[in-house]
T-cell receptor, first 114, second 113 residues
Framework: AQSVTQLDSQVPVFEEAPVELRCNYS??????LFWYVQYPNQGLQLLLK??????LVKGINGFEAEFNKSQTSFHLRKPSVHISDTAEYFC????????????FGKGTMLLVSP | EAQVTQNPRYLITVTGKKLTVTCSQN?????MSWYRQDPGLGLRQIYY???????DKGDVPEGYKVSRKEKRNFPLILESPSPNQTSLYFC????????????FGDGTRLSIL
């Protein structure tokens, strides 16, 4: 079984500041990793995913994440946030074995203020 | 446009009155899933389906039923709703392989009084 820990339930940050949202996972097998974003009153949208290869993954809206196998982490970063980045962010993991299910973390609310 | 459509978007009902939340996708995806989202708990999987007539329990299946008679539809059924099922529900779909991202509907907010 897999599990995902998002260490911060809320991250307040000022506009144009850098941000890092932390995600650690636990799994006995190799995994695929995802970050999703949920804007208010909307469903989830994919930000980026790690399947294999380069450990630095770039996504939409200027976000990127780095897969660190030794630390079982997949932290999300953005060098300069905008007010419009205010949303809830979910890290998710699935085993890389065909028809597998997705396990989500509890989410991190990113609050960007002027 | 590729999408996952849930209906209704909002529903207030009473304990014990059977209800169905419909989910339909137009992407010919094999895999479909239902989640509930509660504050501080993230998304928890209720049921999923690998293909037509193939369904399986997720992490929190108690009190729910599903069916997959057609590839595009995956309704969620609450036979006897209770207040602890008040939540925000999401349907999602993806192609069969687990390396493909899931596409989510816009959510259904259920209130059970």
């Amino acid at each position: 079984a897999q599990s995902v820990t998002q260490l911060d339930s809320q991250v307040p940050v000022f506009e144009e500041a850098p941000v890092e949202l932390r995600c650690n996972y636990s799994s006995s097998v190799s995994v695929y990793l995802f970050w999703y974003v949920q804007y208010p009153n909307q469903g989830l949208q994919l930000l980026l995913k790690y399947l294999s290869g380069s450990t630095l993954v770039k996504g939409i809206n200027g976000f990127e994440a780095e897969f660190n196998k030794s630390q079982t982490s997949f932290h999300l970063r953005k060098p300069s946030v905008h007010i419009s980045d205010t949303a809830e962010y979910f890290c998710a993991v699935s085993p890389n074995s065909g028809y597998s299910t997705l396990t989500f973390g509890k989410g991190t609310m990113l609050l960007v203020s002027p | 446009e590729a999408q996952v459509t849930q209906n209704p978007r909002y529903l207030i009902t009473v304990t014990g009155k059977k209800l169905t939340v419909t989910c339909s996708q137009n992407m010919n995806h094999e895999y479909m899933s239902w989640y509930r989202q509660d504050p501080g708990l993230g998304l928890r999987q209720i049921y999923y389906s690998m293909n037509v007539e193939v369904t399986d329990k997720g992490d929190v299946p108690e009190g729910y039923k599903v069916s997959r008679k057609e590839k595009r539809n995956f309704p969620l059924i609450l036979e006897s709703p209770s207040p602890n099922q008040t939540s925000l529900y999401f349907c999602a779909s993806r192609p069969g392989q687990g390396n493909q991202p899931q596409h989510f509907g816009d959510g259904t907010r259920l209130s059970i009084l």
